[in-house]
């Protein structure tokens, strides 16, 4: 990579320096340059080394010492070519985001020199001084200690000067203490359960990939407005702010045109995520203002989950150069829409089908439909759990809040599939080979007309959506590692497709032809995940009545939903499939509890510091400026006049002082509700007691602060409102 390829530019803002590409430089020419890629290995590894390195890669050979060596030693040559001085072990802590502990390179040479040096050891395991991590209680702070491991299936890339190595993160007991150990072992346990479901219909299927398109939504906001809002600064959420009197009504932002200090940002973004090899595909604006989405080609879910971290991670960065700050957080503004994360899904073999697209002929649409009605059946008995891998307490101002997605897990599959299993279903004896064979025809004449109009895009209210070639799981939060989803549904799948197997080779074992064998369990699936169909509307009362009959979960609180985890259903499903045990799957859970206390403790405390220094004190002061004028009036009119000519400054007097008055009360009640809530030991209880006795402050404060933010003078109001945050100019 030379620096002939890049020249620095002036950022729009002119403050700091943004690199952009050199006219004429096309993103193939730069695209993965930061990634010690297949193509980089094969230039700084000998053959046999990246022989092995590719057999670990895809078929999951492990690599001894001598080879981790070699490795190492490509790769350091690699990245120091590229200017990188320093290393670091890449992973995802259960906290969000990603954690990164930076050593340099220069180790002493033994008499008395600095010689650059990277072992296969350093490269292979670290040991991060990591004992501040959630860990659930697994790894006792005194006892042992966690450490990284290389995952070479995802490849090492630079930021900055750092060479940065993706691992996942373990106890000493082997325990994960991560999102990505249990997302290769459900990724694995897919894999293994579909190909030999596939092999039903095709013997040559070695392997099947999941894959994952995610679709990132987000806010940008002036970094000078960001700084004057503490409660964005501290929770990345407005806490306060009366809605604005225009904000998403006229919808006129939806895919409009993109303010040009924000497509520079755009621009800037893609440059720097085509080097780290993210191929970022779509741009556009989202239906609040100052929203936006960026999204990827699909990739295998590894990479695509590592991919989207880095992009986060990114775009902060990125945004610092041109004066703006990303919010990641899931409802940032009251009133105008959230931020999520759609998680298109699928699974393809390594001969190249996608098993949840129609096919060309009948057998593969049989394949097709078993797929289809196999994941149907899977998120029907694992709706609960799924819901709880989405579930956060940011989150949870989406969920069930009257805006995507409802918190009833449900899933949408358009008329033509609809149809294609009410066919099966009603179908009998051997003609349903027929059946298919039909279904296979019709599926494939009309698949372009049908499937394609039958875009779910426009059923926008299903968390769970069926879109032509994928499933697209709607309900996963802006801020959130997809690891988390896409662990329960590739583990619940797998799952599902073992019982699949074991029924149908009993009923082949009991002499039953194959197709038949196959027919007869689909048609029971389809019958038994009827309640998890649902094409309607996914907000309305009716449904939430609909679905309580259904038997689905409806649970809203997000501390109870987090029980999902550890049913006895859940536990011996991730057991089994051999990607986290009980005490994982527990540990894992003090942590999601603790981590919501904390969340909406943060919050209590931010919220009444500003009431009680930032508002109360701005409202006191405008209401003694109106007292100040009313004793003037006073003293020039009699008291009648008075009456009449101050009746407005005194209407306003009264309702500051009631306001000011409750926000105090119940600030002080709030305060008390925590230190009841803070002595809880048992992490759940205190989850539940936050949730329902602290929580609800939130609102009831800020319904108060709000009013005032309409009568106080506006020259007085420290903190910038809605109006101003939200319209970039
Ligand atoms: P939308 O209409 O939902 O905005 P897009 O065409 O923008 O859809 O695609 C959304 C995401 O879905 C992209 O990341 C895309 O690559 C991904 N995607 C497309 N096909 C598949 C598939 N078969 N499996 C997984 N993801 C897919
Ligand atoms: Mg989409």
């Not at 990579?1 to 430089?25: Q, T, W």
């Not at 949840?356 to 797929?371: H, R, S, V, W, Y």
């Not at 009923?507 to 194959?514: A, D, N, P, Q, R």
């Not at 400026?625 to 006073?634: A, E, F, G, Q, T």
Request: hydrophobic fraction near 40%; charge should be neutral; glycine fraction near 6%.
């Amino acid at each position: 990579m030379s620096n002939l390829r890049f020249k620095a530019v002036e950022a729009a803002s002119g403050r700091k320096a943004v690199e952009v590409p050199a006219p004429g430089v096309k993103t193939s020419d730069y695209f993965g340059s930061y990634v010690f890629d297949r193509n980089q290995m094969r230039k700084y590894l000998s053959k046999e080394t990246f022989k092995l390195v590719m057999d670990a890669i895809d078929k999951g050979v492990p690599l001894d010492r001598n080879v981790a060596n070699h490795v190492a030693a490509g790769m350091r040559m690699w990245a120091m070519e590229l200017g990188a001085t320093h290393y670091t072990h890449w992973f995802q802590p259960l906290t969000d985001g990603t954690a990164e502990k930076h050593d340099t390179f220069a180790e002493l040479d033994g008499t008395g020199g600095v010689i650059e040096e990277f072992t296969g050891k350093l490269l292979a395991q670290q040991e991060p001084d990591a004992s501040s991590f959630p860990s659930g209680g697994i790894r006792n702070t005194f006892e042992a200690r966690g450490y990284t491991a290389w995952d070479p299936s995802s490849p090492a890339f630079i930021v900055d000067d750092t060479l940065c190595i993706p691992t996942i993160f373990i106890s000493y007991t082997g325990e994960a203490l991560d999102n990505k150990l249990p997302l290769l072992k459900a990724l694995q346990a897919v894999d293994r359960a579909a190909t030999v479901v596939c092999k039903y219909f095709n013997r040559d299927v070695k392997k099947v990939h999941s894959y994952l398109g995610w679709e990132q939504e987000y806010f940008l906001v002036d970094e000078a407005l960001y700084a004057a809002r503490p409660d964005l600064v501290l929770t990345e959420r407005t806490l306060m702010g009366h809605e604005s009197s225009k904000n998403q009504q006229l919808e006129d932002q939806y895919f409009g045109a993109i303010p040009s200090r924000v497509s520079a940002f755009m621009r800037d973004l893609e440059f720097e995520s085509y080097k780290l090899g993210i191929p970022v595909k779509t741009r556009h604006n989202e239906v609040a203002p100052n929203q936006f989405e960026v999204a990827p080609i699909y990739e295998p879910v590894n990479l695509a989950v590592d991919h989207n971290l880095l992009l986060m991670a990114t775009m902060k960065r990125v945004a610092e150069r041109h004066q703006f700050k990303v919010l990641l957080h899931e409802k940032p503004f009251k009133g105008i829409n959230g931020s999520g994360k759609h998680n298109n899904w699928s699974l393809g073999t390594d001969t190249g089908i996608n098993l949840l697209g129609p096919g060309k002929n009948a057998a593969e649409n049989l394949q097709f439909i078993t797929f289809m009605v196999n994941v149907l059946q899977a998120v029907y008995k694992n709706n609960a759990l799924l819901k709880a891998s989405i579930a956060t307490a940011n989150n949870a101002h989406r969920l069930g809040a009257n805006e995507a997605p409802p918190a009833i897990i449900s899933v949408f599959l358009g008329a033509t599939i609809s149809k294609v299993l009410d066919e099966l279903e009603n179908s009998t004896g051997t003609s349903n080979i027929k059946v298919v064979e039909k279904t296979g025809t019709r599926l494939s004449l009309s698949h372009i007309p049908e499937i394609l109009v039958d875009n779910t895009d426009r059923n926008r209210t299903s968390p769970f959506a069926f879109t032509g070639n994928r499933f697209e799981f709607r309900a996963v939060g802006s801020s959130a590692n997809c690891a988390s989803a896409m662990t329960a549904l590739n583990t619940v799948v797998a799952y599902q497709l073992l019982q699949f197997k074991k029924e149908v080779d009993e009923l082949i074992t009991k002499g039953e032809k194959k197709e038949d064998a196959i027919f007869t369990i689909l048609r029971r699936y389809i019958i038994e995940s009827k309640p998890i169909r649902f094409d309607g509307n996914g907000y309305s009362d009716e449904w939430k009545t609909e679905a309580k009959k259904r038997k689905l979960d409806c649970e809203t609180s997000v501390p109870l939903i987090f029980d999902s985890y550890l049913s006895k259903q859940s536990v011996q499903l991730f057991t089994e499939t051999d990607v986290l045990t009980e005490k994982e799957l527990h540990a894992r859970n003090e942590v999601k509890w603790e981590t919501y206390t904390k969340k909406i403790q943060i919050e209590a405390r931010v919220l009444g510091d500003l009431a009680m220094n930032h508002i109360i004190p701005v409202a006191t002061k405008y209401q003694g400026i109106l007292l100040d004028n009313v004793s003037k009036i006073k003293s020039v009119f009699d008291a009648a006049q008075t009456k009449t000519l101050a009746a407005q400054d005194l209407a306003l007097i009264v309702e500051i002082s009631e306001r000011v008055n409750i926000i105090k009360a119940k600030v002080d009640e709030m305060i008390e509700a925590r230190k009841v809530a803070n002595k809880i030991e048992n992490e759940r209880e205190k989850a539940i007691a936050y949730s329902t006795r602290i929580f609800p402050f939130l609102d009831e404060i800020r319904y108060h602060i709000d009013k005032l933010e309409l009568i106080v003078d506006n020259e007085m109001w420290t903190l910038p409102k809605y109006r101003e945050l939200l319209f970039i100019r």
